[in-house]
């Protein structure tokens, strides 16, 4: 079955620096790899998707991923970090059927 | 439309109420969802609809009954809960991604806000 490992439970970065989120993926195929953010009390926004093609993905709000097979890992990246961004990041893994499988999270504070 | 909404925002229930949770899409997805969030926890999968048939149950109690009345609603009901069921219920729907269908077909999946559910 496929899993999700996010190793930085909270990870906390000053407004304007660039922020680094680690994924690794655990699933014999290609994997259909998203990450979704999600504010205090709200549901989850997809911020970006990787199915195929181009391993360098954009996203929404500045935020782009890079889909490594060799390491099993999606990171998230961001260059500069805004107050807006603190939120809690999670990676998650698509498989056969309509399964998703969520990380654990990574919860973003940015300092002023 | 790209919104999946819910009702209501907030709930509290006593354990021998009966009450039921409301999820809709408008974007034509076939796949609904419905997952439990406990504070600073991943979403956990609890119910999968496929074409308004229930295709994955990952082993929940019997106290929660969802329904998929049609393509477009999605329903939770809950009766004679535990304190421990409290916590944010999300519904999510997205297309269905059939095996070696092409990548139109995707399961990504877009969340409503959910319904923050507490149980005295």
């Known amino acids: 079955a496929q899993s999700v490992t996010q190793p930085d439970i909270h990870i906390t970065v000053s407004e304007g620096a660039s922020l680094e989120l680690r994924c690794n993926y655990s699933y014999g195929a290609t994997p259909y790899l998203f990450w979704y953010v999600q504010s205090p009390g709200q549901g989850l926004q997809l911020l970006l998707k990787y199915f195929s093609g181009d391993t360098l993905v954009q996203g929404i709000k500045g935020f782009e991923a890079e889909f490594k097979r060799s390491q099993s890992s999606f990171n998230l990246r961001k260059p500069s970090v805004h107050w807006s961004d603190a939120a809690e990041y999670f990676c998650?893994?698509?498989?056969?059927?309509?399964?998703?499988?969520f990380g654990a999270g990574t919860r973003l504070t940015v300092k002023p | 439309d790209t919104e999946v909404t819910q009702t209501p925002k907030h709930l509290v229930m006593g354990m021998t109420n009966k009450k039921s949770l409301k999820c809709e899409q408008h974007?034509?997805?076939?796949?609904m969802y419905w997952y439990k969030q406990k504070a600073k926890k991943p979403p956990e999968l609890m119910f999968v609809?496929?074409?308004?048939?229930?295709?994955i149950n990952e082993s929940v109690p019997s106290r929660f009954s969802p329904e998929c009345p049609n393509s477009s609603l999605l329903n939770l009901h809950l009766h004679a809960l535990q304190p421990e069921d409290s916590a944010l219920y999300l519904c999510a729907s997205s297309h269905i991604r059939l095996a070696g269908g092409p990548h139109q077909a995707l399961n990504e999946q877009f969340f409503g806000p959910g319904t923050r559910l507490t149980v005295l």
């Open positions: 974007m034509g997805h076939r796949a």
């Open positions: 998650a893994v698509g498989a056969r059927g309509n399964d998703m499988r």
């Open positions: 609809y496929s074409y308004e048939k229930l295709s």
